[in-house]
């Protein structure tokens, strides 16, 4: 039996590729497009024309195309960054950021506060999340209404993008932050796990490395990993999934923050680093604020000399090696992202973590396996977060199934 398109769908499907090609290259061409995209050029003509007299492309009369081709000029086309505005927040150990980004994917205005997250009453964590949004909210340009907030934490999410089910950074679980700031402010929410997003900022700033199967994995307080199989982010089917720290290395082994024991951020984690480099017993109550300027101090004396520091990493990259192995017997090696500022002390790890890799079932093909680092886990957080909010409404707002146009934005 053949399948037919609905128009309807198609003349969804071809905006979305449109916006979407426009998006990835800046101000690209209609040749340009058509070229990305595999569509006629009356196609790229009929969409680029409606998308411009609805607001959401503009003409680009500087950067056009070169010169030097013959014939008519060719005249670029970029995102209007007035159609629309997207609200980032992290939430992450002892610090909250949000920032306010156009249409076009530049920054209008962002803050940053510092907070005791592991004090804070559930009330005062809520409160501080809803003023630094309604400030955000509240310094947006005129004319440019905020469409979508992604919130980012460190921890469990649900499935459904609605809940902090449990972080390591709160001792307060279940908290339903997209009811809460939809019902203060009426803008659609999404909560999402922040090594999710670091996985979906990866992919946008480098699509050929980090393409159809890849993995990060955050070195920083806690260890986490966000992952993409076969071209799509994964996550559970309760929660957001990917909980690589907290899957065991050693049965009833070192206290975690998680309460249970043996995890494998219990031995690779800033805290357990730290523990072991000090010599302190594995049952030792996990400190509660290792620093990176601590990590970082540990790693210049583990280089200087053998010793305790430089055992230390060597159980982290033990730790995290074996888990990567376990993970390649089941979905086959894929290029590694190492995020964080544990990225730092990388090549300290390097070494005891592919050789415990080999030690696995996974390590067999171990050869096809790259890593990679990035020190910084924040901007790609929020990068993540606002190609998630920009996709969204380039997908599902712009790019409607029905034929009625949006209404028209003012350039």
């Not at 449990?166 to 796990?193: G, K, M, Q, R, Y």
């Not at 206290?255 to 805290?271: D, V």
């Not at 790890?349 to 415990?356: E, G, I, N, S, T």
């Not at 390590?363 to 957080?381: K, Q």
Request: hydrophobic share 40%; proline share 5%.
């Amino acid at each position: 039996m053949t399948v037919g398109i609905r128009h309807d769908d198609l003349r969804r499907r071809n905006r979305a590729m449109v916006i979407s090609a426009v998006r990835r290259a800046g101000q690209p061409s209609r040749t340009d497009i058509a070229a990305t995209t595999a569509l006629s050029p009356s196609t790229i003509s009929a969409i680029t024309a409606d998308l411009i007299s609805e607001g959401i492309l503009v003409e680009s009369r500087t950067g056009d195309a070169p010169a030097a081709r013959r014939g008519r000029p060719q005249v670029a086309v970029r995102l209007n960054a007035k159609a629309a505005t997207i609200l980032t927040v992290v939430l992450s150990m002892n610090q909250l950021s949000a920032a306010l980004i156009d249409y076009a994917g530049e920054t209008i205005a962002e803050e940053r506060r510092k907070l005791p997250t592991l004090e804070l009453s559930r009330e005062a964590l809520v409160d501080e999340t809803v003023g630094i949004v309604r400030r955000l909210i509240g310094g947006a340009p005129d004319g440019q209404p905020v469409m979508r907030i992604v919130l980012a934490v460190q921890g469990i999410t649900d499935s459904s993008e609605r809940k902090l089910l449990w972080s390591p950074i709160t001792p307060h679980a279940d908290i339903d932050f997209s009811t809460i700031l939809e019902s203060e402010f009426e803008i659609p929410v999404t909560v999402e796990n922040d090594c999710n997003m670091i996985a979906v900022g990866l992919r946008w700033r480098n699509p050929e490395r980090y393409a159809r199967d890849f993995i990060a994995v955050l070195l920083s307080h806690g260890i986490g990993m966000g992952m993409v199989l076969r071209g799509e982010l994964f996550t559970g089917t309760q929660s957001s999934g990917g909980e690589f720290g907290h899957m065991i290395h050693r049965p009833d082994g070192a206290l975690c923050r998680c309460g249970r024991r043996g995890c494998i951020e219990a031995y690779a984690g800033n805290y357990a680093i730290w523990r072991n480099a000090k010599g302190l017993p594995e049952t030792e109550a996990v400190a509660r604020d290792v620093t990176d300027e601590d990590i970082r101090a540990l790693a210049e004396v583990a280089r200087s000399r053998p010793g305790p520091e430089r055992e230390a990493f060597r159980i982290a990259g033990e730790a995290i090696g074996f888990g990567l192995g376990s993970l390649f017997a089941l979905i086959d090696p894929a290029p590694v992202a190492i995020v964080g500022h544990g990225a730092n002390a990388f090549d300290l790890m390097q070494k005891p973590m592919l050789d415990a890799i080999a030690r696995t079932a996974g390590g067999v093909h171990s050869g096809a396996i790259s890593f990679d680092t990035e020190p910084d886990e924040m901007p790609l957080i929020r990068e993540g977060c606002a190609m998630r909010a920009l996709t969204f409404i380039d997908q599902e707002v712009f790019s409607p199934a029905q034929t009625a146009t949006p209404g028209r934005i003012v350039a």
